[in-house]
């Protein structure tokens, strides 16, 4: 059971995630916990997995054309 106030506070949240009231607490009380411990390691392990994959897909992109292009593209409307 929630007081008032908790309650709101996950109407709140609900609505900023898009979700269900449980769904919002679910997601507080995970992120509370890697707060408080630390992320399990499985889930460091696929963040690193993650952001490794993304060097690789912007390796030797250069961001200074693609900034001249996207202007560029913008000077059209």
């Keep these: 059971m929630l007081d008032e106030e908790t ?3 996950a109407r709140q ?7 269900s009231m449980s769904e919002a607490i679910r997601r ?7 707060a408080a411990f ?6 460091s392990k696929e963040r690193v997995k993650v952001l490794e994959r993304l ?3 912007f390796q030797g992109n250069d961001p ?3 900034i001249r292009r996207l202007k560029a593209e913008d000077e059209g409307f």
């Design 55 to 57: 060097f690789e897909l």
């Design 7 to 9: 309650r709101h506070a």
């Design 28 to 34: 507080a009380v995970v992120r509370q916990r890697d």
């Design 13 to 19: 949240l609900a609505l900023q995630y898009g979700c």
């Design 38 to 43: 630390g992320v399990p390691l499985e889930t």
């Design 64 to 66: 200074e054309e693609e």
